[in-house]
């Protein structure tokens, strides 16, 4: 079956650092590529997607390269500001549903 | 548009209490689904719908079940709920079409603790 798996958090790190989040997947097929955030309290939100091989998607400076060759949708921020503290969850579809990973937890101090 | 709503925001049951979740969309979505959230756990699918008077099996759907008789509303019924039941319950929409690309909207989530 699918899976996604992510680097365990919490990640800690100052505000302007470079935030790197780890995700690989397992998939038979060829499944369009998610990321989603959750502020504390709320629901998640589709923060970027990338639907086929090479694809990059991006949005509010974060960053994800779908690469199919080691299965990772790893996602990149030059530049975390206080306010994207938050939990972010990559997640994968193929047949009309989501796999999530089980989510990684940002925290940035001022 | 309120986008995804669900009622109630917080709920606490004694195990063998039965209660029903609601979730109500107006961005005429044809996909909806019921997930929950644990602890270390990510979100796992419960159940989902494909449209109107359908419902199919998620990753974790015993203890639950779901209908779907309006296109816009879906719901998530505990028959006789139990402590492993306590979660936080998500609910989410995505439209119809080339569905693996579609964005699922999600809900505010229902606090639900079983005692």
């Known amino acids: 079956g699918n899976s996604v798996t992510q680097m365990e958090g919490p990640v800690t790190l100052s505000e302007e650092a470079f935030l790197t989040i780890n995700c690989t997947y397992t998939?038979?097929?060829?499944?369009?590529l998610f990321w989603y955030v959750q502020y504390p309290g709320e629901g998640l939100q589709l923060l970027l997607k990338?639907?086929?091989?090479?694809d990059k998607g991006s949005n509010k400076g974060f960053e994800a390269t779908y690469r199919k060759e080691t299965t990772s949708f790893h996602l990149e921020k030059g530049s975390v500001q206080v306010s994207d503290s938050a939990v972010y969850f990559c997640?994968?579809?193929?047949?009309?549903?989501?796999?999530f990973g089980k989510g990684t937890m940002l925290l940035v101090s001022p | 548009n309120a986008g995804v709503t669900q009622t109630p925001k917080f709920r606490v049951l004694k195990t063998g209490q039965s209660m029903t979740l609601l979730c109500a969309q107006d961005m005429n979505h044809e996909y909806m689904y019921w997930y929950r959230q644990d602890p270390g756990m990510g979100l796992r699918l419960i159940h989902y719908?494909?449209?109107?008077?359908?419902?199919a099996k998620g990753e974790v759907p015993d203890g639950y079940n779901v209908s779907r008789l309006k296109k816009q509303n879906f719901l998530l019924g505990l028959e006789s709920a139990a402590p492993s039941q306590t979660s936080v319950y998500f609910c989410?929409?995505?439209?119809?079409?080339?569905?693996?690309?579609?964005?699922?909207?999600f809900g505010p989530g229902t606090r639900l603790t079983v005692l």
């Open positions: 989410a929409s995505s439209p119809p079409g080339r569905t693996t690309y579609n964005e699922q909207f």
């Open positions: 990338a639907t086929k091989a090479d």
């Open positions: 719908s494909v449209g109107e008077g359908t419902t």
């Open positions: 998939a038979t097929g060829y499944p369009s």
């Open positions: 997640a994968l579809n193929e047949y009309s549903t989501l796999t």
